[in-house]
């Protein structure tokens, strides 16, 4: 057994410094936002990035999933796109006369929901059973997708025009928000040399199968969370509901999601259990965009909200006790 956990142990370390290594080779000088779309990826969450546009987020996307090995379909959502585009619909066949059904973007193990907040509510809630349960259900009939199942969403800026907020049910289904941010200078014009001729995904081959993930996933699975650490989840998402600042707090699926994402950052850390550390890294990136300032709070624009959220969660990390005994 113990030989067994180790040849998993490099087996773990080894894939995912290949996957990172593939990644980066893509998306110049931005290793947090390689790190936190591989633990969505082996937490079995999904990964939503806010950023301005070309700053590089649908890239980020598109190399992971060109690392993997695995059926890729990338939905555009516009303001016309419809829900059955995105779950599939069912079709009278003349010949056979009887409905078949026909899949939708959405039966893939990655799916790329390019600027989502660019369709309606309406058209965002046909993903909502999907990251959630992992079937889609249409005229009645539910059907499975395939695993592992991943949705990787960019979405510009509220402030922006043409968008639509993504409703509270949709954020909640997210495990982890993110931004890219600008590149440094010295990466930008590592950007303009390489770039110039030459497209970088071309070159990304996967190193990575969707059964070799699923043994990845399994891996992450059985790192060890002690019960002081499981309390500690509780206590950080039970001050989010209880702070006067905040009219919606951290909901139960966000505190699942938050050990979920704990127990993959540990692995790629090297470590067979959470720490204390594990869970206030990933505090914001899962939390901060399930939460709801009050009105007060905030004040009248979209950036300030998230500005006051983030200090929030910083007040919350520094007040929550930080329990010692982690690893019993």
């Not at 990575?208 to 002081?228: E, F, K, M, W, Y």
């Not at 914001?284 to 709801?292: E, M, N, Q, T, Y």
């Amino acid at each position: 057994m113990p030989e067994q956990a180790d040849e998993q142990t490099e087996f773990f370390a080894r894939t995912t410094d290949a996957i990172s290594a593939a990644i980066g080779r893509v998306i110049d000088g931005k290793p947090d936002a390689v790190r936190s779309a591989l633990v969505c990826l082996l937490a079995e969450g999904h990964l939503l990035i806010e950023d301005v546009p070309g700053v590089g987020k649908t890239m980020l996307a598109r190399a992971l999933a060109a690392s993997v090995d695995a059926t890729v379909r990338r939905i555009q959502f516009t303001p016309d796109l419809l829900p059955g585009d995105v779950t599939g619909v069912s079709v009278y066949n003349p010949v056979d006369r009887e409905f078949e059904f026909k899949p939708g973007a959405v039966f893939a193990n990655i799916v790329i929901a390019d600027e989502i907040n660019r369709s309606s509510p309406k058209t965002q809630s046909a993903l909502l059973e999907a990251m959630e349960e992992g079937q889609v259900t249409v005229d009645g009939r539910s059907h499975l997708l395939a695993e592992p199942f991943l949705v990787v969403a960019t979405q510009n800026p509220l402030e922006m025009e043409g968008t639509y907020a993504l409703p509270e049910a949709q954020r909640d289904r997210f495990m982890m928000r993110i931004s890219m941010g600008y590149p440094d200078a010295d990466n930008e014009a590592l950007m303009l040399r390489q770039r110039d001729a030459v497209n970088p995904l071309e070159a990304i081959r996967p190193v990575v199968g969707a059964d070799q993930v699923q043994a990845l996933i399994h891996t992450a699975r059985h790192v060890h969370v002690a019960p002081a650490i499981e309390q500690y989840a509780v206590a950080l998402a039970h001050a989010t509901r209880t702070h006067p600042d905040l009219r919606l707090g951290a909901s139960p699926r966000a505190t699942l999601q938050l050990v979920r994402a704990a127990k993959v950052w540990a692995a790629l850390e090297g470590r067979g259990f959470v720490i204390p550390d594990d869970l206030t890294d990933l505090l914001h990136p899962v939390f901060a965009h399930r939460l709801i300032a009050t009105r007060a709070a905030t004040g009248s624009r979209a950036r300030v909200g998230h500005e006051t959220i983030a200090a929030i969660l910083d007040r919350i990390a520094q007040t929550v006790r930080v329990p010692i005994a982690s690893r019993q």
